[in-house]
């Protein structure tokens, strides 16, 4: 038989919530998904997503989108298309 581990994680209240949501619309508990994530480090012995610094250019884009800066709306696809002429 198997023994377990404890594994404690600090993570902020906002990020909690939000994943937590996503999890329960998935039906996977906050536990399921640290197991299911340890599994496949261990199976592919490596981290399962690609993970990279992102160049200044997208850095910047990503710290204005979650500042709400600089961010359009479209109504419809064909109107971000139109946008794009």
Known sequence: MSHSAV????????TKAA???ILDALGMTPTEAIRLLYRQIALRKEFPLELRVPNAV???VL???????????????DALYASWE
């Open 58 to 60: 997208t850095a910047s």
């Open 7 to 14: 594994i404690h994680a600090r993570i902020d209240a906002d």
């Open 19 to 21: 994943t937590e949501r």
């Open 63 to 77: 710290t204005k989108s979650d500042k709400n800066e600089d961010v359009e709306s479209f109504d419809s696809a």
